[in-house]
């Protein structure tokens, strides 16, 4: 016959059930003042995870193709851009002619263009359709910003003039063009062409021939 202390025990709960469920809850929550959520610390994530996560934070971003860029017209042909760099405008239409600008003559040259010195001088068609088969425009020298081209008449351009009659006949005249920067050699050399081309010299023209100097071009006539 069983005790009747046996049947209180089965009529009660268990103990021992109770006191482990005691336990875990409060097994957070001890020596801590934050919250149980907080005080239980995230496990940390593997290389292998966060690559996933990465992947799927990408996939979920919204990706816009770019436009593809049309080319319209004909690519241009080899050496066309560097001729366009080079190309060289000699007349403006939109300029104001100049009224009264005289024409470079052989009288000018020399002793007779004393008195046009500080004034500019126009070049006829021929003289500048030689001066363009020598070469002896540039293309910073701005021709483009006149109606039609013309050199300014120096002191210097006199002083050249003359000797250049001088050996005309017979001789050989060597002269040497030297000067700092932005002075005006290259303008001085097209105005030394355009009076031997005047006087029906024949000239050649070597352009950028560099020596051993800070020379930008020679003109043999």
């Not at 080899?78 to 239409?93: C, F, H, Q």
């Not at 052989?106 to 500048?128: M, N, Y």
């Not at 020298?141 to 006199?158: A, H, K, M």
């Amino acid at each position: 016959m069983a005790s009747p202390a046996c049947w209180k025990c089965l009529s009660r709960p268990n103990s021992i059930q109770l006191t482990s469920q005691l336990q875990s809850r409060t097994a957070t929550a001890a020596f801590s003042t934050s919250l149980p959520v907080l005080a239980t610390a995230a496990p940390k994530k593997t290389m292998a995870q966060k690559v996933l996560a990465s992947k799927a934070n990408q996939s979920k971003t919204l990706r816009l193709k770019k436009k593809t860029v049309v080319k319209s017209g004909k690519p241009p042909m080899p050496g066309e851009r560097k001729a366009m760099r080079k190309r060289i405008v000699l007349s403006n239409t939109n300029a104001l002619a100049v009224p009264g600008l005289q024409d470079l003559k052989k009288d000018i040259v020399g002793h007779g263009g004393a008195e046009f010195v500080g004034k500019v001088i126009g070049l006829q068609g021929q003289t500048v359709d030689s001066l363009r088969a020598a070469e002896a425009f540039k293309p910073q020298q701005s021709w483009g910003l006149f109606r039609r081209p013309g050199i300014l008449v120096r002191e210097e351009t006199i002083e050249l003039g003359e000797k250049m009659i001088a050996f005309e006949k017979e001789g050989t005249l060597k002269l040497v063009l030297d000067g700092d920067r932005v002075t005006g050699k290259s303008l001085m050399l097209v105005s030394a062409m355009s009076m031997a081309f005047v006087r029906g010299w024949v000239v050649l023209n070597i352009p950028e021939g560099k020596l051993h100097g800070p020379s930008n071009s020679q003109t043999a006539c």
